[in-house]
C-alpha cells in the first residue's frame, strides 16, 4: 500500500514568517502533486513535479521533489494570512492512473 | 467553461436510507475519482472509473457502496443502507484522459458533498 505522510499536521505561524512542509513515503511515485483546499471547497492544485531534484517555484512558494521521488517539500516564504488552509501533498503511481493524497497540513497564518 | 459539478451539496439521510451522489465532470474529461474526507483528515481514494467502466475501486468498502459512470450522464456514488459511519465529505474530481505518461493528469475536483447520517 502507498501512504504518503505529511508534516507537521497542524502550523500556526504569525505574518511574515517562513515555513516548510513535508510530505514523505516509502514508494517512489511517477509525479507529486501539491493541492490548497479551503473550507467547503474541493482541493485546488498548485503544482505537479516530475523529476527527482526538479525545484518549481509559485511566487512566494518553492515546491521541490526529492531526488529519488518519494518526497518533496513546500516552502513558503513571508507568509500571508491568505496562505492560510489545507495543503494536501499527493502521489500519482506508476502509469498516471492513481492518485493517492496524505493527511494534510494545516496551516494557519495570524496577522 | 463549468468546472466539475456536484450535487447535492449537502444531504441528509437517516440510518437504513439511501445516499445518491451525483458528480457531472469537466467537458471533455472522460475519467472520473471518487476521494472521501473526515473532518481534520486528507482524502481517501474510493474509486477511479471512466465512461462505463470500473477501473480501479480498491478503495471502496465492498458491501453498500457502488459507483457508475454511465454513457450518458453523471457519475454516481451509491451508498445504501447507511450508517452514522458514514458521515463524511464526499469529493468528486475529473481528469482528461490519461495518455499513459508518467505525469498523470491533474485533478479538477467539485466543491462535495457532505454527508449527514442522523
Known amino acids: 500500500t502507498q501512504l504518503l505522510e505529511q508534516s507537521p499536521q497542524f502550523l500556526s505561524i504569525q505574518e511574515g514568517e517562513n515555513l516548510t512542509v513535508y510530505c514523505n513515503s516509502s514508494s517512489v511515485f511517477s509525479s507529486l502533486q501539491w493541492y490548497r483546499q479551503e473550507p467547503g471547497e474541493g482541493p485546488v492544485l498548485l503544482v505537479t513535479?516530475?523529476?527527482?531534484?526538479e525545484v518549481k517555484k509559485l511566487k512566494r512558494l518553492t515546491f521541490q521533489f526529492g531526488d529519488a521521488r518519494k518526497d518533496s517539500s513546500l516552502h513558503i516564504t513571508a507568509a500571508q494570512p491568505g496562505d492560510t488552509g489545507l495543503y494536501l501533498c499527493?502521489?500519482?503511481?506508476?502509469?498516471?492512473?492513481?492518485?493517492?493524497f496524505g493527511a494534510g497540513t494545516r496551516l494557519f497564518v495570524k496577522a | 467553461n463549468a468546472g466539475v459539478m456536484q450535487n447535492p451539496r449537502h444531504l441528509v439521510r437517516r440510518r437504513g436510507q439511501e445516499a445518491r451522489l451525483r458528480c457531472s465532470p469537466m467537458k471533455g474529461h472522460s475519467h472520473v475519482y471518487w476521494y472521501r474526507q473526515l473532518p481534520e483528515e486528507g482524502l481517501k481514494f474510493m474509486v477511479y472509473?471512466?465512461?462505463?467502466?470500473?477501473?480501479?475501486e480498491s478503495g471502496m468498502p465492498k458491501e453498500r457502496f457502488s459507483a457508475e459512470f454511465p454513457k450518458e450522464g453523471p457519475s454516481i456514488l451509491r451508498i445504501q443502507q447507511v450508517v452514522r459511519g458514514d458521515s463524511a465529505a464526499y469529493f468528486c474530481?475529473?481528469?482528461?484522459?490519461?495518455?499513459?505518461?508518467?505525469?498523470?493528469?491533474?485533478?479538477?475536483f467539485g466543491n462535495g458533498t457532505r454527508l449527514t447520517v442522523t
Open positions: 472509473l471512466q465512461k462505463e467502466n470500473i477501473i480501479d
Open positions: 513535479v516530475v523529476t527527482g531534484g
Open positions: 474530481a475529473s481528469s482528461p484522459p490519461v495518455t499513459g505518461t508518467a505525469q498523470g493528469s491533474p485533478l479538477h
Open positions: 499527493a502521489g500519482v503511481n506508476t502509469g498516471g492512473f492513481k492518485t493517492i
